[in-house]
T-cell receptor, first 114, second 113 residues
């Protein structure tokens, strides 16, 4: 069965500092991976996605993520965090067929301090 | 592009009362539709999914039910709410055999008193 682990429940960074949010997945085949962001009281917005090809994918809002098959990881990064990046971030893996079962991690809440 | 509408945005209900949350989708046809619940610190839990009108699959046993009376309408219901039904409910849209990401509505915050 597919699963996603986000080991950090809560992360605090200073504005302007770099950010890395960790995501580890378990899936039997080549995974399709996503990162979503959720602002308080809002739905989920897609940041970026990985299907195949280049293992470094660029997303919106200056985010990027790197797929590392050997480590079963798909970590999200941003070189310089802005106060508006404070939100909760979810990593997700989707199966490659059928009804499109998506498994989400439990999320990482990001706090940005001035 | 797809747009997902959910209403109401916020709902406060007493224990034992009925529930009806609605989700409608624009900009696509024959979508897969999903209901998720998000409880504090527990991520997203898939409750129901539907691949077509009248077709509902339940992922977890619970006090809730879902219906899909039209292609782009998905309803989450309960006859008698429990305290444990409190949470943030999200509707999502995807497509069969697709690796494209799901799109989400803005959610409904349900508080049970």
């Amino acid at each position: 069965a597919q699963s996603v682990t986000q080991p950090d429940i809560h992360i605090t960074v200073s504005e302007g500092a770099s950010l890395e949010l960790r995501c580890n997945y378990s899936y039997g085949a080549t995974p399709y991976l996503f990162w979503y962001v959720q602002s308080p009281g809002q739905g989920l917005q897609l940041l970026l996605k990985y299907f195949s090809g280049d293992t470094l994918v660029q997303g919106i809002k200056g985010f990027e993520a790197e797929f590392k098959r050997s480590q079963s990881s798909f970590n999200l990064r941003k070189p310089s965090v802005h106060w508006s990046d404070a939100a909760e971030y979810f990593c997700a893996v989707v199966n490659s067929g059928g009804y499109q079962k998506v498994t989400f991690g439990t999320g990482t809440k990001l706090q940005v301090i001035p | 592009s797809q747009t997902i509408h959910q209403w109401p945005a916020t709902l406060v209900q007493p224990v034992g009362s009925p529930l009806s949350l609605e989700c409608t989708v624009e900009g696509t046809s024959n979508p897969n539709l999903y209901w998720y619940r998000q409880a504090a610190g527990r991520g997203l839990q898939l409750l129901f999914y539907s691949v077509g009108i009248g077709q509902i699959s339940s992922e977890v046993p619970q006090n809730l039910s879902a219906s899909r009376p039209q292609d782009r309408q998905f309803i989450l219901s309960s006859k008698k709410l429990l305290l444990s039904d409190s949470g943030f409910y999200l509707c999502a849209c995807g497509h069969l055999n697709s690796n494209q990401p799901q799109h989400f509505g803005d959610g409904t915050r349900l508080s049970i008193l």
